[in-house]
């Protein structure tokens, strides 16, 4: 594949959450800073205002993994797939797209997971006194698995009486309780994606 750099050797490069699918900068790469990226598996952009190339994160700390990088159909675009360690914008926000212009309603996606799971990640490290999510993980596996247990039977039960508010509702306590396991037996959610996404593709 060749890739289409403008007159200015330069191509828009959209950086999006591996995880989370939220976008979290538009940037630009030129040829060299796109090949650092392919061998160092992290981003390297062209700063347009200072005009040099730099490694996103290396002075932040909030360096980016890539996991795949994808041209348009014009190739004269990018999407480039990244674990970030870090918010990616220098406000500290999680993505640089945090300035609403124009809003309406929205439903919730599967980032609403990926934000659960983070919070589930720093009670585990921090362990606050009087949170439900640390009494669960100082009583452990067993009592975790209990209440996945309880919560699964429970999202029976609501199918069964075709109650789509309690459904939605006991769906949630299972997956908060699901997040709770992986995070207590260190297993990413990224990885239970991944299974399905494979099986999905065969």
Not at 87 to 93: I, L, R, V, Y
Request: proline content about 3%; some cysteine.
């Amino acid at each position: 594949m060749t890739i289409r750099f403008d007159e200015n050797g330069l191509v828009p490069v959209i950086l999006q959450d591996a995880n989370s699918k939220k976008v979290l900068t538009l940037a630009y790469m030129n040829e060299e800073s796109y090949n650092k990226t392919l061998e160092t598996k992290e981003t390297w952009l062209y700063s347009r205002s200072r005009q040099e190339l730099w490694h996103k994160g290396a002075t932040s700390g909030n360096t980016q993994q890539v996991v795949s990088i994808t041209a348009d159909c014009d190739q004269d675009a990018l999407l480039v797939s990244v674990i970030p360690n870090g918010p990616a914008c220098h406000t500290g926000a999680e993505s640089c797209f945090h300035e609403p212009l124009v809003t309406g309603e929205q439903k919730a996606t599967v980032e609403a997971i990926s934000s659960l799971e983070k919070v589930i990640k720093e009670r585990y490290v921090s362990r606050p006194e009087g949170a439900y999510t640390t009494y669960l993980f100082e009583k452990g596996v067993d009592k975790i698995g209990k209440k996945i247990g309880e919560e699964a039977t429970e999202v029976v039960i609501a199918a069964k009486n075709n109650d789509a508010q309690e459904l939605s509702m006991e769906a949630a306590d299972l997956i908060y309780h699901l997040l709770v396991m992986l995070e207590n037996q260190q297993v990413p959610f990224s990885d239970v994606l991944q299974i399905l996404k494979t099986r999905a593709e065969k």
